[in-house]
């Protein structure tokens, strides 16, 4: 596996978890401004790549259990970045009445369904990584609880508690990317051992 692969999914996660949690820092003290909705809405984009990075460094470990977390958390992060994407570049800019006659026939449903997917898919990842041991506890379990959470509320009027929300949930991608990013260093380390004690 390419470490440079493992690097580049943390990279790609930790700038995920600072474009959810710093806009929401700023936006319990503004309100929602074009710019931070401009951030939320690629947030998800960055995303994909840790998700593919963390299932590959779990490999084996994570079984077909872990395979299958792992494609529906693909698709319900593609549906539910699409629907950000949305909310955030697209609705933020109309009043009120133009958004009420927007949502209307199915956009609603397939907008709740988008969430549901993300939400069941972020558990089973989030499962995945705690029966797996690969990864910190605290963020994999996060992940499988705190992040569905977020699929729901994040669609509640701005308030303390989403923005709360966002900056828990900008934490443990961050943490997940850190401990990403450190495993191709320990690896290394630990191949370089042998190669100095052969020497000797």
Partial sequence: MSALFLRAGA?????????????????????ETATTSLLLAIAPAFALPLLTALHRRQGPVGGRFGDVAHVVNLVGLGLFGGAAYAANLV????????T??????PTIPALLGSAAVFALGCALFGAAMVRGRMFPRVPSWG???????FAFLTGLP????TS??????GGILLWLSAALGRL????ARAEAVPERVNTV
């Fill in 184 to 187: 191709p260093r320990d690896t």
């Fill in 11 to 31: 990279l790609c996660g930790a700038l995920s978890g600072l474009l959810i949690a710093l806009p929401a820092l700023v936006e319990a003290f503004t309100g």
């Fill in 91 to 98: 609705l933020f800019y109309f009043d009120e009445d133009t």
């Fill in 158 to 161: 701005d308030s303390p508690l």
């Fill in 100 to 105: 009420k006659a927007t949502l209307t026939g």
């Fill in 164 to 169: 709360a929300l966002h900056i828990a949930v």
């Fill in 143 to 149: 992940y499988a609880v705190v992040v569905p959470l």
